[in-house]
């Protein structure tokens, strides 16, 4: 047995109010794990996002070294978590790392420059597109919903219709 992963998100906000209540509800977890090195070193953004957790849902924020060895651990098992990153290329790393991920939801990635913007809410540079490769040929399912009750919408058809797939 290992730990429950219920969703693994990508949203550059990380937890917010959209996350912390309708995915935790839908999903049934008791934690939510923010997965990101940058976060991790920084005490603010740690207590920012604790007090963002919905009532009676720990979070913790991890490096991504630290996922890894607690998802292996047996302490963990049968955990129902979220996974929260800011990232495809933190997402590449753990599952490199040995996290078994099967699916992987991308809610927000902001604009900003050098991105080409593919819905409203989802911008992607090379790099993104890139990593969203890698993962894909893992065999991680990557489905584009803002909310659990959204249509699935596949972010590689995506992303080959926009002809950003070399």
């Avoid at 070294?65 to 753990?94: C, I, N, T, W």
């Avoid at 699916?103 to 990635?109: K, L, S, T």
């Avoid at 604009?111 to 090379?126: A, H």
């Amino acid at each position: 047995m290992v730990m429950d992963i219920r969703l693994t998100r990508i949203d550059d906000r990380l937890i917010h109010g959209q996350v912390a209540t309708v995915w935790s509800k839908a999903t049934g977890i008791d934690r939510i794990l923010v997965v990101s090195d940058e976060v991790a070193n920084d005490e603010l953004r740690k207590f920012l996002l604790k007090q963002a957790a919905p009532p009676g849902i720990k979070s913790n924020v991890v490096t991504k070294r630290k996922m890894v060895e607690v998802y292996h651990d047996h302490l963990f098992d049968g955990m129902k978590v979220m996974l929260l990153f800011a990232s495809p290329q933190d997402v590449v790393e753990v599952v490199k790392a040995g996290v078994d991920l099967k699916a992987v939801n991308i809610g927000g990635m902001r604009f900003s420059e050098g991105k080409k913007m593919i819905t409203n809410f989802i911008s992607l540079d090379e790099s993104d597109v890139i990593s969203f490769r890698q993962l894909e040929v893992a065999g991680v399912q990557l489905e584009i919903r803002q909310v659990p009750t959204d249509r699935k919408t596949d972010l590689m058809q995506l992303i080959k219709k926009e002809k950003m797939l070399q």
